[in-house]
């Protein structure tokens, strides 16, 4: 399973410099909602990383579907999560609460 990373520019260099090979750029909605659909098309990808702010502009079905979604499991940075915290993410993703 990999890492895949949605965000302009700015929000995915940092991820590159880590070594995340699998790093979209969508600096526009329509960009956006493009790569996000191919990357949960993508059956390799376990965790989708997006900036909070980029999970209030993509269209309310979509972030539903990212909400619920357990493969991958999407982790939202910054601004407003708009959902469930990464522990309990994780829990769900997982079966099994790690903080315990």
């Known amino acids: 399973m990999e890492i895949a990373v949605i965000g302009n520019s700015e929000f995915i260099v940092g991820f590159r410099l880590a070594g995340i090979r699998k790093t979209y750029a969508a600096d526009d909605d329509r960009k956006l909602v493009e790569q996000i659909t191919n990357v949960l098309e993508d059956e390799g ?5 997006m900036n909070g702010s980029d999970m209030a502009r993509i269209p309310q079905r979509l ?6 979604s357990i493969k991958p499991t999407v982790i939202a940075i910054g601004g407003e999560e708009g959902g469930l915290s ?15």
């Open 63 to 68: 972030r539903i579907t990212l909400e619920n």
């Open 45 to 49: 990808i376990g965790i989708l990383v």
């Open 86 to 100: 990464i522990r309990e993410r994780i829990k769900r993703s997982v079966g099994v609460d790690l903080w315990k």
